[in-house]
Structure formats: structure tokens, C-alpha cells
């Protein structure tokens, strides 16, 4: 037995190797995964397919920057691919008149991006208010919210599919900048920029870490803690509601049924990927991107080679469950 404890402690990974795994796990695995793709994945180098994989992960890298502020808090929102499915809905209904009775395409657009927003930061402030006023544990608030949300879009249009064919949304953000980059692409950046300036550069950053931290020690240091919560989950609402303009711009469709589905899970698993520890206190935009963009290009790379969908879910799950436990090492 003795020699066998000896063994182990042989085998034992250097601590500052382990310390490397910790910190830029995600990305080294990524960069591999990209060299095997380079190597035996065709035409993967070319301008069509890197675009093709940035517009796959804009969804869910939007998704991803909200669900990193509301975990970096402590807690968790799973209703964001329900708001994702509301935004769409909501949106062909304005904008083809069926709500206010706007007929004029164009003018019925621009009101109903606005509104279904609104709407979206409305159900994350709502989430926020269940958290902090009547203290309701936040996987069972945001699935509340999830049943209830999915329930109204499928009810609103009794479960029919829309198409956008004629929306000046989806002509717009489906287009290309410059002929070859994707307006989604664009709109990605600029959040992913505008949340890494607000986690670096602003007093709400420290706010929020220090929430999810210790919240009973950041009230006694006169953190306004219920307001940050709720400011993030408003945040996370309206970003689930900008990434359902994207779906929708990218599928030319609505569909209450299945838009969004499962969209929240990818979120987490980017967010748990890329190095925000799920029990708070810590957040990184930088690795959800890479954590959103590893999982697609993972899925991307399995379907490439005929592997069901369905095993690259397992693959994804199995990658959460290492990405905590290299997170429990960390805390230890």
C-alpha cells in the first residue's frame, strides 16, 4: 500500500503544469482542435467555412456573456432559449401586423426590435426580482420562467412555424460587411468588447464578483447587492433576446416550438468550458468565447465525420464534467 501512495505521488502533475492546465486549458485545447482540423478536415481553412462556424456560435456566444454574469453572481438562468423563442415570435408578430396593425414592413421592423428587447430585459429583470425580493433559488425561478415563457410563445401562435423571407432584420443581419463578413459576426464582437471593457474597466464589475463571492460580506461593505443581481439578470434577458434576433436573422423562421431549445445548455457548458467557476465569484468573457467557439467546432468536427448529433452532446456533457472538476482543483 505504501509503495502504491509512492507511485501516485511520482505520477503527480507539477503544479505549475497544473496551474497552466487551469488557466489556459480551454484555449490549448482549442488550438489542438483547430491543428486537427487543419490537418484532416477539408477546405476547413477556407474564408466560407471560418464564417460558417462564426455565425453557427453567435447565438450562443451572446447567450454565453449574459449566462457568465449571472453565474460569476452564484447563481443560473436556464429560460434564455425560452426568451430566445418569444424574441422571434414577438418580433414576426409586429412587424407583419398582426399585433398593432403596423402593415408597413419596414416601419413595423424598426417598432418591433425595440419592443421584443424590452420585453426579453422585462423577463430577466423579473428573474432578477424573484432572486432577490422573494428569494427564490435561481434554477427554480429561471425554470419558472422557462415553462411559463415557452408555454406563451407556442400559445400566442398556437405552434405554427413563420417564416422572415421578407424582413428587412433578417436581410440585414444576414448580410455581409465588406462582401465576406457576416453582420452577426459584427454584432457578436461588439458585445463581446463592450462586456470585457465592463468587466475590466468599471466599479459594476467589482460589484459583481464581490456579490457572487460573499454576498453576506458585500452587503456588510455596502455593495448594493439585490440591485446587481438584478441588473444581471435584466443584462442576461436582453442578450437572450438580442441572440433570438440572430437566430431568427439566421433561419429566416420562427418556430415557438423548437427556437432556443437546448440553446441554454450550450451556454453554460461555453461559460463552464471557458474558466467561470459555476459556484460564483469569478467571471471571464475572454473564455466563454473560447469555450462557445471550442464546442461548436467540436460539434462542427464530429458532424464532418458522420457522428450523430446526439454523441456530440455526450462529448459536450463529458467536457462540462472536466471543466468543473478542473475548477474544484483550482478552489482546492
Not at 4 to 19: F, G, I, S
Not at 66 to 89: E, F, Q, R, Y
Request: aromatic residues 8%; proline residues 3%.
Amino acid at each position: 500500500m505504501i509503495r502504491l501512495e509512492q507511485r501516485l505521488t511520482a505520477l503527480k502533475v507539477p503544479h505549475n503544469l497544473r496551474t497552466i492546465g487551469q488557466d489556459y486549458g480551454a484555449l490549448i485545447a482549442l488550438v489542438l482542435l483547430i491543428i486537427f482540423n487543419l490537418l484532416f478536415t477539408t477546405q476547413f481553412s477556407s474564408v466560407i467555412a471560418i464564417t460558417n462556424l462564426l455565425v453557427h456560435v453567435t447565438p450562443t456566444l451572446i447567450l454565453g456573456v449574459g449566462m457568465t454574469l449571472v453565474i460569476a453572481t452564484g447563481g443560473i438562468d436556464i429560460s434564455v432559449g425560452s426568451v430566445m423563442g418569444l424574441t422571434g415570435i414577438l418580433t414576426y408578430l409586429i412587424f407583419s401586423g398582426k399585433l398593432f396593425g403596423i402593415h408597413n414592413i419596414v416601419l413595423g421592423t424598426i417598432v418591433a426590435i425595440p419592443i421584443a428587447l424590452a420585453v426579453a430585459a422585462l423577463i430577466g429583470a423579473f428573474n432578477g426580482l424573484l432572486v432577490t425580493r422573494f428569494k427564490v433559488q435561481p434554477i427554480v425561478a429561471t425554470l419558472i420562467t422557462l415553462i411559463t415563457i415557452r408555454g406563451v410563445a407556442e400559445v400566442t401562435v398556437n405552434g405554427f412555424q413563420f417564416a422572415f423571407l421578407s424582413a428587412p432584420i433578417v436581410s440585414w443581419l444576414s448580410g455581409n460587411l465588406f462582401g465576406f463578413l457576416p453582420r452577426q459576426v459584427i454584432l457578436m464582437a461588439v458585445i463581446v468588447a463592450i462586456f470585457v471593457w465592463l468587466m475590466r474597466a468599471t466599479s459594476f464589475s467589482r460589484y459583481l464578483l464581490a456579490a457572487g463571492g460573499n454576498q453576506a460580506a458585500a452587503r456588510l461593505a455596502g455593495v448594493p447587492v439585490n440591485r446587481i443581481l438584478i441588473i444581471v439578470y435584466t443584462i442576461c434577458g436582453l442578450l437572450a433576446g438580442v441572440a433570438g434576433l440572430a437566430f431568427i436573422a439566421f433561419d429566416s423562421a420562427a418556430n415557438p416550438v423548437t427556437d432556443g431549445v437546448g440553446m441554454e445548455l450550450d451556454a453554460i457548458a461555453a461559460v463552464a468550458v471557458g474558466g467561470t467557476p459555476l459556484t460564483g465569484g469569478r467571471a471571464t468573457i475572454p473564455g466563454t468565447v473560447i469555450g462557445a467557439i471550442f464546442i461548436q467546432l467540436i460539434r462542427q468536427t464530429l458532424v464532418a465525420r458522420n457522428v450523430p448529433d446526439d454523441i456530440a452532446s455526450v462529448i459536450i456533457g463529458v467536457l462540462i464534467i472536466l471543466a468543473v472538476f478542473v475548477q474544484r482543483q483550482r478552489k482546492a
